[in-house]
């Protein structure tokens, strides 16, 4: 695997290119998004604990109801980002027909095909570094967006979850080469099989 950043490889094979797009992070930032998911866990908890056993009147219920559903919000999405720190990646592979992209944590995830010649404009994008939506979207308790982007049929599809814009435009660098390499391959093969064609046409007539 080559580097191409901090957390981006990719790895030539025989008949396609791989891309992986790591999303590990310090020791105690996920040591401490771990705490923070057993703390709340607890507090759900607790919170089940009085919604099925306190004695509260009907409209106390009903606020320790809302309560509960703004807790199982929160539980997933602080659980969904703690699984993808500890073993989430992005996984894109290359060949001659399509580029397919997959988010995944361990095995799970959908991988989704984008044809080739269908993909326009790959590029990194440009955010503000002091914006607040750069603030949170690099935040290490979230799963983030993709900083890099491309459109597909006229909708932009984003890629490189939290990545500098300096690993940003490297990786948007080495998507546009082999998308590039892989298609002129696509168009040889093409002309290799025209030529066959030809040939044997041309044979038969004979």
């Known amino acids: 695997m080559k580097l191409i950043g901090e957390r981006v490889s990719y790895k030539n094979h025989e008949d396609y290119s791989t891309i992986v797009v790591s999303t590990n992070i310090d020791k105690w930032k996920e040591t401490l998004l771990l705490t923070w998911l057993l703390g709340w866990t607890i507090c759900g908890g607790v919170f089940f604990y009085f919604l099925f056993a306190g004695d509260f009147v009907k409209e106390e219920r009903l606020m320790l109801l809302v309560m509960c559903a703004f807790w199982l919000f929160f539980e997933i999405r602080i659980g969904k980002a703690y699984l993808w720190r500890k073993s989430g ?22 991988a989704i095909p984008y044809q080739l010649g269908r993909i326009k404009n790959v590029q990194g994008l440009e955010i503000d570094p002091k914006g607040f939506s750069k603030s949170m979207n690099d935040s290490f308790w979230v799963i983030g967006q993709g900083t890099v982007r491309f459109f597909y049929d006229e909708k ?51």
């Open 89 to 110: 990646m992005e996984f894109i592979k290359i060949d001659k027909d399509l580029m397919t992209i997959k988010r995944s944590i361990r095995s799970f995830g959908k």
């Open 156 to 206: 932009e599809v984003r890629f490189g979850a939290q990545l500098s814009t300096q690993d940003a435009d490297k990786l948007a660098k080495i998507v546009k080469k082999l998308i590039r390499e892989y298609t002129q391959k696509s168009n040889d093969y093409l002309k290799e099989v025209a030529n066959e064609v030809a040939d044997n046409n041309t044979a038969d007539s004979k």
